[in-house]
């Protein structure tokens, strides 16, 4: 099996180091890294990537924060949402100057602001990985349904 070299960075995530199969991994630990620094199995390491600034080490494990991966899933649900957004703000300003309705749109915009909230509600790292900007939805009452909308917009 494939062993790799675990320390805390500065930055407080983990680093780690991928020596050569053929490295006496022993000896580079104790030349080269801190006290912190441990080895383990590489098959050992998590598998959800996106979350790798949230690996910490615990008890000679890499394990996933997931207060951190909760952080790292709203930044990158913001990203995904930027376009959105502003698509939405050029609809909502032609709308507008149209005179049109702007419901539906003030509503997205809403969707898309609040997109980060459910995010605090995710029990699992599962279901922070499986959150995109499309997955959030909200239902509003309040909405006319396209029979009982103004004709007039």
Not at 59 to 79: E, M, P, Q, S, Y
Request: aromatic share 6%; no cysteine.
């Amino acid at each position: 099996m494939n062993k790799v070299i675990v320390q805390p960075n500065k930055n407080g995530w983990l680093s780690i180091s991928y020596p050569a199969s053929t490295t006496n991994i022993e000896l580079l630990l104790k030349t080269n890294f801190s006290d912190t620094a441990v080895i383990i199995e590489q098959a050992t390491l998590p598998e959800e990537t996106q979350f790798f600034e949230a690996f910490e080490l615990q008890d000679g494990k890499v394990v996933i924060n997931f207060d951190r991966a909760k952080n790292i899933t709203k930044d990158r649900l913001r990203v995904e949402r930027k376009s959105l957004l502003e698509k939405l703000d050029i609809e909502f300003m032609q709308a507008l100057e149209k005179n049109n309705d702007t419901t539906s749109i003030i509503l997205e915009k809403n969707r898309l602001r609040n997109i980060t909230k459910i995010v605090d509600e995710a029990k699992s790292i599962t279901e922070l990985q499986n959150l995109t900007v499309h997955s959030f939805d909200l239902t509003y009452p309040n909405l006319p349904t396209p029979s009982t909308a103004d004709p007039r917009g």
